[in-house]
T-cell receptor, first 114, second 113 residues
Framework: KAGVTQTPRYLIKTRGQQVTLSCSPI?????VSWYQQTPGQGLQFLFE???????NKGNFPGRFSGRQFSNSRSEMNVSTLELGDSALYLC?????????????FGSGTRLTVV | GDSVTQMEGPVTLSEEAFLTINCTYT??????LFWYVQYPGEGLQLLLK?????DKGSNKGFEATYRKETTSFHLEKGSVQVSDSAVYFC????????????FGKGITLSVRP
């Protein structure tokens, strides 16, 4: 079965622009989470959606936002990009409402802000 | 708040050596514990998990036991292979935080032939 699909794989944007990243979870998975991975801060939780509702949000500025559609696909948006937003953005999906099954991660979107 | 502490890296071993990667945690609730592995250029793969005290997670020769008394979840493998070279992350999920994963900083393992 198909895994978690993230598009695009690579992205280069200019400071001040905005960007939208997409995530298609495993079929049947209703929970989708987003993480930011940087060499300095490691893996940091952005937000989590379940059945189109944001259930949990990490400590990121309001420039970071997301949503989930009725088919469980999710998007995250970053507005007014800063150099420090350069990172690997990982999406993960889970079958259960809790974390009892663990999360399956996508390969990520590598965002470079210049 | 919740936190995960992993031993400092990187770690370099010869093939067939014994591996231990230490992981300790702090959590307000009764968390589930995970080890994830990341190969170069890829996302995270779930290696193993444990959801209650004394549970042992195992996969691909790796093992880790949930030790509540020492708040630890150390990863072990009896004989590493070159293909085990990757970055390893310990993580927890606190039931009070829905499905949020809190990760350790990760440790890079390199295995020499």
């Amino acid at each position: 079965k198909a895994g978690v699909t993230q598009t695009p794989r690579y992205l280069i944007k200019t400071r001040g622009q905005q960007v939208t990243l997409s995530c298609s979870p495993i079929s049947g998975h209703r929970s989708v989470s987003w993480y930011q991975q940087t060499p300095g801060q490691g893996l940091q939780f952005l937000f989590e959606y379940f059945s189109e509702t944001q259930r949990n949000k990490g400590n990121f500025p309001g420039r970071f936002s997301g949503r989930q559609f009725s088919n469980s696909r999710s998007e995250m948006n970053v507005s007014t990009l800063e150099l420090g937003d350069s990172a690997l953005y990982l999406c993960a999906s889970s079958l259960a409402a809790d974390n009892s099954y663990g999360y399956t991660f996508g390969s990520g979107t590598r965002l470079t802000v210049v | 708040g919740d936190s995960v502490t992993q031993m400092e890296g990187p770690v370099t071993l010869s093939e067939e050596a014994f591996l231990t990667i230490n992981c300790t945690y702090t959590a307000t609730g009764y968390p589930s514990l995970f080890w994830y592995v990341q190969y170069p250029g890829e996302g995270l793969q779930l290696l193993l998990k444990a959801t209650k005290a004394d549970d042992k997670g195992s996969n691909k020769g790796f093992e880790a036991t949930y030790r509540k008394e020492t708040t630890s979840f150390h990863l072990e493998k009896g004989s590493v292979q070159v293909s085990d070279s990757a970055v390893y992350f310990c993580a927890l999920s606190d039931p009070g935080a829905n499905s949020k994963l809190t990760f350790g900083k990760g440790i890079t393992l390199s295995v020499r032939p």
